[in-house]
């Protein structure tokens, strides 16, 4: 009998467990629906509903590797019309909090797996009940499957009184411990946070219209951050590997971002203030590192790294400059300064230890720098306009370095050969210097002050020495 009297106790207790979901739903308005499914243990809901023709659908349940679900919480805020809400938990102790304050606002989030948190804010319901801030039309999708992952979608404005609509937000997590955060103040914002691996982490803030953002992570511990301030910018961050960085940063109208890192432990930087600039990141290997300044309008900028600890660094002020930065090897060093408007930089290096530094300060300069070997190294520096450099080195540990004062002056360095040393320096108009070295250890030194002097120098085999002085 006492054998009896236990087990009937056990199962009146597990009959109490089994049935202790809890859910609250409160509708108040016309034509609104809510389903709430709960199965297993502890599950908890609340829906609230203040409108018209609201939708709330929440699904509470186990998964494969926890069939019974248990500990999940979701609480859904409707005040507006014609909100649709769907949640979906499966496993043990999902949260979910959808807030929607306005018309029209759509939210999906689906969790599968174990201690996942998810907040989508479309508007903002305070805690009293009042509506602080409201936003139409807008979209949030989160899908997270594993454990402890974390989303955060915001699709509202910071000042009371002003609406955000028609924003889309989407977020696919599939690892452990991946983080996404996305904020929309503005109109016809774009987010899209793609995470696949561990420890990943992504932000996106974007103020203003029509702005959009595509990241896209795969590997562990990779780290991206996007702000866009302004209209109609566009950026874009592909991380393959584990341990990278991209950091993007856009204020103004119309600019253009696209960094893709593959490998581990790369670092890009791009920071965009005006409007219509375009950069351009590729980094192949592992530790390069990318940094674009661009500071105007209409400037271009194009790095591309393939190797291990390159680095380069591009700074632009001022309209429609453009740099090309090219790295193939490893400790390859370039940067590039352009101050003024339409100048022109062009960087190839190819091997290992190569340095190459260009400073424009002007209008309408042009330089071009080639590198192929080891160890060369070379400096251009133009102030003035319409002035014209090109470096060409081959071989091994040759030194270049080329200043150029005033407008219209030419310089042409070809250096062929190991440790071959070349400097010119023209200070005037119209100033032409060709320097052609082909052998070891040849020094060139060529000086040009005034207008329009000539020089020309050619050395072909060892240990040979020139110096040109002219002057007007």
């Keep these: 009998m006492k054998k009896l009297i236990i087990m009937a106790m056990c ?3 597990g ?3 089994a049935q202790s979901n809890t859910s609250s739903v409160n509708q108040t308005g016309n034509t609104n629906t809510s389903a709430v499914t709960q199965v297993g243990l502890t599950n908890d809901s609340k829906v609230v509903s203040l409108g018209n023709s609201n939708s709330s659908t929440v699904y509470q349940a186990g998964n494969t590797a926890n069939p019974t679900g248990s500990l999940n919480k979701s609480d859904v805020i409707q005040h507006g019309d014609l909100n649709t809400s769907d949640v979906n938990s499966l496993g043990r102790g999902n949260g979910s909090k959808v807030n929607q304050a306005g018309d029209g606002n759509d939210a999906d989030v689906d969790q599968n797996g174990n201690w996942n948190t998810s907040r989508v804010n479309q508007g903002l319901v305070n805690s009293g009940g009042t509506i602080s801030r409201i936003g139409n039309g807008n979209e949030a999708a989160v899908n997270q499957d594993g454990t402890d992952n974390a989303s955060v979608i915001n699709q509202r404005s910071a000042t009371p009184g002003q609406e955000s609509n028609d924003n889309d937000a989407f977020v696919n997590q599939v690892g452990d411990d991946n983080i996404s955060n996305i904020s929309q103040d503005g109109d016809l914002n774009l987010a899209d946070n793609n995470q696949l691996g561990n420890a990943n982490d992504s932000s996106v803030n974007q103020i203003g219209d029509s702005n959009d953002s595509d990241v896209d992570q795969t590997g562990d511990s990779n780290i ?6 302004g209209m109609g910018n566009m950026s874009d961050i592909v991380s393959n590997g584990n341990g990278n960085f991209a950091d993007t940063a856009q204020q103004g109208t119309g600019n253009d971002s696209d960094v893709n890192q593959q490998g581990d432990a790369n670092f890009s930087e791009v920071d965009h203030q005006g409007n219509s600039n375009v950069a351009r990141t590729y980094q192949g290997g592992n530790d390069n590192t990318s940094t674009i ?9 194009d790095t591309a790294q393939q190797g ?26 370039s940067f590039v300064y352009q101050i003024g408007n339409d100048n022109d930089s062009n960087v190839f290096q190819v091997g290992d230890n190569n ?4 400073y424009q300060q002007g209008n309408d300069n042009d330089s071009d720098v080639t590198q192929d070997g080891t160890n060369n190294n070379s400096l251009v520096m133009q102030m003035g306009d319409s002035n014209k450099s090109t470096v060409d080195q081959d071989g091994d540990g040759n030194l270049s370095g080329v200043l150029q004062l005033g407008t219209l002056n030419t310089s042409i360095v070809t250096q062929n050969g190991i440790g071959n040393i070349s400097g010119v320096a023209q200070m005037g108009s119209g100033h032409v210097s060709d320097v052609n070295q082909l052998g070891d250890a040849n020094v060139s030194a060529v000086m040009q002050l005034g207008n329009t002097h000539t020089s020309g120098v050619d ?3 060892n240990n040979n ?3 040109v002085m002219q002057s007007n």
């Design 11 to 13: 199962i009146a207790t």
């Design 15 to 17: 009959t109490m467990f």
């Design 224 to 229: 991206a951050r996007t702000y866009q301030g």
């Design 293 to 301: 300044s661009s500071v105007g309008n209409s400037n271009f900028a």
């Design 308 to 333: 291990t600890f390159n680095d380069s660094e591009v700074d632009q002020q001022g309209n429609d400059n453009f740099s090309e930065v090219d790295q193939q090897g490893n400790d390859n060093l």
């Design 355 to 358: 340095g190459s530094g260009v």
């Design 459 to 461: 050395q072909m085999g």
């Design 465 to 467: 020495t020139s110096v």
